[in-house]
Each structure stands twice: as structure tokens, then as C-alpha cells.
């Protein structure tokens, strides 16, 4: 009776294994262990081929301005998209994958300075990167690469360095608080 049970087990074991590699192998994302990459590039695949089209002309167009407007290794291909993607890591915090495309960045051969003035452009125009307008922080990223010294538009509310005589003339209104008003912070 033992020796049937044995053959039995022997018999079902092989064909059992079979039948659970073979359901692994129907969906491997089952068998991963929590990265499901593949579901995720199938959720990114563009829906209308015009846009995607339009999408690598406009990459290709920010290259060739790159190229054209910065001489040197910075204007590279390579130097180009390695460093746009470092800034916009350094402004989202994710330094630990900054770090990594900085030593990626470095090892083409491309100027480390020219990342640190991108980014100093780039803490410049923080008020104005909106995260609900598409593009903002790429579009500000990259007019900072081409063009590190760029500086934001003034706001209307400073006063021009050039003021008539007259308005300097005026006097200023008296800071003392009004009777059931109360006291207002000193603007910055």
C-alpha cells in the first residue's frame, strides 16, 4: 500500500510542477515582486501617434537650441539632457537620483558649473513654477540651461529706480493705528 501511495506522488509531482512553472510563466508580473514596470510603460504609451511625434520634435527643437546657444560640451546632446534632468531632480528633492545622473553627467565629459548656474537660475523663477500648468518646471529648466543669467520680469508692485520729483516730494502716511482696526504687519 505504501509503495502505491509512493508511485502515485511520484507521478502527480512532475506534472503538478509543470502546470504551476507554466501559470507563473502566463503572467510573469504575478511573479515579480512588487515592481510592475510593465504595467506602468503600458500606462504611459501615448494614445494618439501625433503626439508623440510632436513631442520628440519639440525634444529634438530644445536640442538643436541648446546646441546653438551654448558653446561647448554643455550644448551636447548628452550634456543637454543629463543636466535638465538634474535640475528638475534637485528642485523635486530627489537628490540620491541627482546624485546618479550627476555622475552620469561628469562622466560624458560635461561642466559641472553649468548645472550649479542652471540651478541657481532656476531658484529664481520658484514663484512662477506651477506644477497644474503642463511643462512649467521643463520650460523654466531648460531657458535656465540655454541661458543661466536669465533673471524672472519684475513685479509690478516694485516701484521703478526712476521716480518723479514730485512723488518723492509727497509725505508718507502716518503708520498710527485707527480706532477698531487692527494692527497690520510691516510688508517685506
Keep these: 500500500m505504501l509503495e502505491l501511495q509512493k508511485s502515485c506522488v511520484r507521478r502527480l509531482a512532475i506534472p503538478g510542477l509543470v502546470v504551476l512553472l507554466s501559470l507563473a510563466s502566463i503572467d510573469p508580473s504575478a511573479a515579480q515582486s512588487g515592481d510592475n514596470h510593465a504595467q506602468d510603460q503600458a500606462k504611459q504609451a501615448p494614445g494618439n501617434p501625433a503626439d508623440a511625434s510632436k513631442d520628440n520634435q519639440r525634444k529634438i527643437d530644445e536640442f538643436a537650441e541648446a546646441a546653438q546657444a551654448i558653446n561647448g560640451p554643455a550644448g551636447n546632446p548628452e550634456c543637454v539632457w543629463l543636466g535638465r534632468r538634474v535640475v528638475q531632480l534637485m528642485y523635486r528633492d530627489d537628490l540620491d537620483t541627482a546624485f546618479r545622473h550627476l555622475d552620469l553627467y561628469d562622466r560624458f565629459g560635461c561642466p559641472g558649473g553649468h548645472v550649479q548656474a542652471a540651478f541657481r537660475c532656476l531658484t529664481r523663477f520658484f514663484a512662477q513654477i506651477d506644477d497644474k500648468v503642463p511643462n512649467s518646471l521643463g520650460n523654466h529648466v531648460q531657458a535656465c540651461w540655454i541661458n543661466p543669467n536669465a533673471q524672472p520680469p519684475q513685479a509690478a508692485s516694485v516701484p521703478p529706480a526712476s521716480q ?24 517685506k
Design 164 to 187: 518723479p520729483a514730485t512723488a518723492a516730494a509727497a509725505p508718507a502716511p502716518t503708520a498710527s493705528p485707527q480706532p477698531g482696526s487692527s494692527p497690520q504687519p510691516a510688508a
